[in-house]
């Protein structure tokens, strides 16, 4: 049970948006994928959903070759999807939310333990999903992929937004799933967050894989860190600004 | 105006309501979810009404027995014409500009048209009511007919029926969620272009169900696909695209309003459906149920 994304170049219409990315993932490991705005973390992880498929390169989960599969299937096959922005269904109720996300029988993952994990979701269950707020929204999109039961949960920028205690229970979470023997592949700008919850990092800028390496190795890379991750890096020049 | 006057004027207005209701709910339905306007759903609807009028001649009589076989066969045929369709048409332009879904729509109520015509000839037609709805029934010391007060009843409960499948089943919610994001839904595990086939059928259903109400309501002939998907498309405006409350509030107003509008104006009352869709476009352009586009 491994996915490995290998040497992929994913378009917009024209636009060229990933170059020979290629990044795997094995079996019970939290992977994060760094990267500022627009490197191509959205775009890497919807390629490897079937979102916008990669033009060349492949994707392989389980063995199978997914990358021209579409969306529905590669969930079954266990990839769990939280989109960056949430897409909670907000006419639907929060029970409805999670009804929705279940394939058919639950084996691990059931109402009951997902509201014990996150009890607002249970005081929320008949309200509509658009009610809850920007962190239980958060909460609730992990929740329903996870009832889909997947192998590989894929996470996009899940930090972004919440507020700071959110954004602990939010790791404290991800400390859980991978306790129960999850796969997680989580992209983020939140560089001490993501730093504090992974095994092994990717750096992508540009479209294209810059680094790669454990998280022990990667803290100590002060120039790796302030090449590819630091944010004051773009000063706008002077004669620039109107 | 005599009361007596305005409660028989109610009754008709609310069955002719009732029926456009369970038309136009599915025009509005299939619209929500596949965002294409199906203009040959009253093709539809009127392929379902003269497919009951073969079906009873075939069998000969008005018993109940034989109406509720045409309940039970004509609308599910009227649904399968719907999947050959989607599955074959349909699919193609989701997604695409409206001007090629109306196309599309539009050369179905064409083609469709022109085969009723050639299948069933252009003379009126009917179906017998059963005897139990024949007659007529006491309201208020009035005789009123049978048949319309059950229509009226009928619509009520399509409405509530719509109303537990969308809201308290799972086909419900893969259907309400296929309407906001359809992408995250198909990321989720479910096949959408199915939920998508299975709307549209549901929708032919409902088209198909209207055209045996109707072919025992009055007389059919090749008029009546287009005066409803007209009034179908006046009631979605009204209600707002999409919205199954919408639906039946904007039928009510057309139902009750044409009636209503019938004996003072006669044929000028033709005008009305398009006069109340042209007061809701200025003044609330998504409907009275409807949501801004975002």
């Given at each position: 049970?491994?996915?490995?994304?290998?040497?992929?170049?994913?378009?917009?219409?024209?636009?060229?948006?990933?170059?020979?990315?290629?990044?795997?993932?094995?079996?019970?490991?939290v992977v994060?994928?760094?990267?500022?705005?627009?490197?191509?973390?959205?775009?890497?992880?919807?390629?490897?959903?079937?979102?916008?498929?990669?033009?060349?390169?492949?994707?392989?989960?389980?063995?199978?070759?997914?990358?021209?599969?579409?969306?529905?299937k590669?969930?079954?096959?266990?990839?769990?999807?939280?989109?960056?922005?949430?897409?909670?269904?907000?006419?639907?109720?929060?029970?409805?939310?999670l009804?929705?996300?279940?394939?058919?029988?639950?084996?691990k993952?059931?109402?009951?333990?997902?509201?014990?994990?996150?009890?607002?979701?249970?005081?929320?269950?008949?309200?509509?999903?658009?009610?809850?707020?920007?962190?239980?929204?958060?909460?609730?999109?992990i929740?329903?992929?996870?009832?889909?039961?997947?192998?590989?949960?894929?996470?996009?920028e899940?930090?972004?937004?919440?507020?700071?205690?959110?954004?602990?229970?939010?790791?404290?979470?991800?400390?859980?799933?991978k306790?129960?023997g999850?796969t997680?592949?989580?992209?983020?700008q939140?560089?001490?967050?993501?730093?504090?919850?992974?095994?092994?990092?990717?750096?992508?800028?540009?479209?294209?894989i810059?680094?790669?390496?454990?998280?022990?190795?990667?803290?100590?890379?002060?120039?790796v860190?302030k090449?590819?991750?630091?944010?004051?890096?773009?000063?706008?020049?002077?004669n620039?600004?109107? | 105006?005599?009361?007596?006057?305005?409660?028989?004027?109610?009754?008709?207005?609310?069955?002719?309501?009732?029926?456009?209701?369970?038309?136009?709910?599915?025009?509005?339905?299939?619209?929500?979810?596949?965002?294409?306007?199906?203009?040959?759903?009253?093709?539809?609807?009127?392929?379902?009404?003269?497919?009951?009028?073969?079906?009873?001649?075939?069998?000969?009589?008005?018993s109940?027995?034989?109406?509720?076989?045409?309940?039970?066969?004509?609308?599910?045929?009227?649904?399968?014409?719907?999947f050959?369709?989607?599955?074959?048409?349909?699919?193609?332009?989701?997604?695409?500009?409206?001007?090629?879904?109306?196309?599309?729509?539009?050369?179905?109520?064409?083609?469709?048209d022109?085969?009723?015509?050639?299948?069933?000839g252009?003379?009126?037609?009917?179906?017998?009511?059963?005897?139990?709805?024949a007659?007529?029934?006491?309201?208020f010391?009035?005789?009123?007919?049978?048949?319309?007060?059950?229509?009226?009843?009928?619509?009520?409960?399509?409405a509530?029926?719509?109303?537990w499948?969308?809201?308290?089943?799972?086909?419900?919610?893969?259907?309400?969620?296929?309407?906001?994001?359809?992408?995250?839904?198909?990321?989720?595990?479910?096949n959408?272009?199915?939920v998508m086939?299975?709307?549209?059928?549901l929708?032919?259903?409902?088209?198909?169900?209207?055209?045996?109400?109707?072919?025992?309501?009055?007389?059919?002939?090749l008029?009546?696909?287009?005066?409803?998907?007209?009034?179908?498309?006046?009631?979605?405006?009204?209600?707002?695209?999409?919205s199954?409350?919408?639906?039946?509030?904007?039928?009510?107003?057309?139902?009750?309003?044409?009636?209503?509008?019938?004996?003072?104006?006669?044929r000028?009352a033709?005008?009305?459906?398009?006069?109340?869709?042209?007061?809701?476009?200025i003044?609330r352009?998504?409907?009275?149920?409807?949501?801004?586009?975002?």
């Amino acid at each position: 049970m491994r996915l490995v994304v290998d040497q992929i170049n994913t378009y917009y219409g024209l636009s060229h948006i990933l170059f020979d990315v290629s990044l795997d993932v094995a079996q019970g490991e939290v992977v994060v994928l760094l990267g500022r705005n627009g490197a191509g973390k959205t775009t890497t992880m919807r390629s490897i959903m079937g979102l916008t498929p990669s033009q060349t390169g492949s994707v392989t989960f389980k063995d199978c070759d997914i990358t021209k599969w579409p969306p529905y299937k590669i969930a079954r096959l266990g990839i769990g999807f939280v989109p960056e922005d949430r897409r909670i269904f907000p006419d639907l109720t929060v029970k409805a939310n999670l009804d929705v996300g279940r394939k058919g029988k639950h084996i691990k993952w059931t109402y009951e333990r997902i509201y014990k994990f996150f009890p607002k979701l249970e005081e929320m269950a008949n309200r509509p999903g658009g009610d809850l707020s920007g962190g239980e929204q958060q909460m609730l999109t992990i929740s329903r992929a996870l009832m889909g039961n997947p192998d590989l949960i894929l996470l996009d920028e899940p930090s972004e937004g919440l507020a700071p205690l959110v954004v602990k229970t939010l790791g404290d979470f991800i400390d859980v799933m991978k306790q129960e023997g999850m796969t997680v592949l989580l992209s983020e700008q939140n560089v001490k967050f993501a730093l504090a919850h992974s095994d092994r990092a990717y750096i992508i800028d540009n479209g294209q894989i810059k680094y790669h390496g454990l998280i022990e190795e990667l803290e100590k890379d002060e120039e790796v860190k302030k090449r590819y991750l630091a944010v004051t890096d773009h000063a706008i020049p002077t004669n620039c600004q109107p | 105006m005599s009361i007596e006057y305005f409660v028989f004027m109610t009754i008709n207005g609310l069955s002719q309501g009732m029926l456009l209701f369970i038309i136009a709910s599915g025009l509005s339905l299939v619209f929500g979810v596949l965002r294409v306007i199906n203009f040959a759903h009253g093709s539809l609807y009127m392929i379902g009404a003269f497919l009951a009028f073969s079906i009873s001649s075939l069998v000969s009589g008005g018993s109940l027995f034989n109406f509720l076989l045409l309940l039970l066969v004509v609308p599910p045929a009227i649904a399968i014409l719907g999947f050959i369709l989607e599955i074959s048409l349909f699919r193609r332009v989701y997604r695409q500009e409206h001007l090629l879904q109306l196309l599309l729509t539009y050369a179905l109520v064409l083609i469709l048209d022109d085969l009723v015509r050639i299948v069933w000839g252009g003379n009126p037609r009917n179906v017998p009511r059963p005897e139990i709805l024949a007659g007529s029934v006491d309201i208020f010391g009035l005789a009123l007919p049978t048949y319309n007060v059950f229509i009226m009843f009928m619509g009520p409960v399509i409405a509530l029926g719509l109303w537990w499948l969308l809201h308290r089943t799972r086909a419900g919610n893969l259907i309400r969620a296929a309407v906001t994001f359809p992408d995250t839904l198909g990321a989720l595990g479910v096949n959408v272009s199915w939920v998508m086939t299975s709307t549209f059928m549901l929708g032919c259903w409902l088209a198909g169900l209207g055209g045996v109400l109707m072919a025992a309501l009055a007389n059919i002939d090749l008029g009546i696909g287009m005066e409803k998907i007209i009034e179908s498309f006046a009631v979605v405006v009204i209600g707002g695209l999409g919205s199954i409350g919408g639906a039946l509030l904007g039928s009510l107003i057309i139902g009750l309003g044409v009636t209503f509008f019938q004996l003072p104006l006669g044929r000028w009352a033709l005008v009305f459906p398009y006069v109340i869709m042209a007061l809701v476009l200025i003044w609330r352009p998504w409907g009275f149920f409807g949501k801004p586009e975002r």
